[in-house]
Nanobody
Framework: QVQLVESGGGSVQSGGSLRLSCAASGYTFSSYSMGWFRQAPGKEREGVAAIDSDGRTHYKDSVKGRFTISQDNAKNTLYLQMNSLKPEDTAMYSC???????????WGQGTQVTVSS
């Protein structure tokens, strides 16, 4: 079955960087669209970045220029490089996969990112 496992979260100071990873298994990695989402306490989940099966990337406006989504098909792994982190980036980050960006049916358990000022 499809399995997504995130890693790389942690606590950093404002301005710092983290790279999140999402190891995927159970499907043909390059054929699916994938995305990174986050949810802060008391807030709704929001999309942060996505990459479709053609390699096109999409970003939430507030992370453009700071976050970069990428994937390594040989390693079946999705990444999110996060630079210039801000306290408002603090959230649980999860990756998701699916046949289309509007049908991301598979989710990982999440990894916590905490940015202190």
């Amino acid at each position: 079955q499809v399995q997504l496992v995130e890693s790389g979260g942690g606590s950093v100071q404002s301005g710092g960087s983290l790279r999140l990873s999402c190891a995927a298994s159970g499907y043909t990695f390059s054929s699916y669209s994938m995305g990174w989402f986050r949810q802060a306490p008391g807030k709704e989940r929001e999309g942060v970045a996505a990459i479709d099966s053609d390699g096109r990337t999409h970003y939430k406006d507030s992370v453009k220029g700071r976050f970069t989504i990428s994937q390594d098909n040989a390693k079946n792994t999705l990444y999110l490089q996060m630079n210039s982190l801000k306290p408002e980036d603090t959230a649980m980050y999860s990756c998701a996969a699916g046949a289309h960006l509007t049908k991301l049916n598979y989710w990982g358990q999440g990894t916590q990112v905490t940015v202190s000022s």
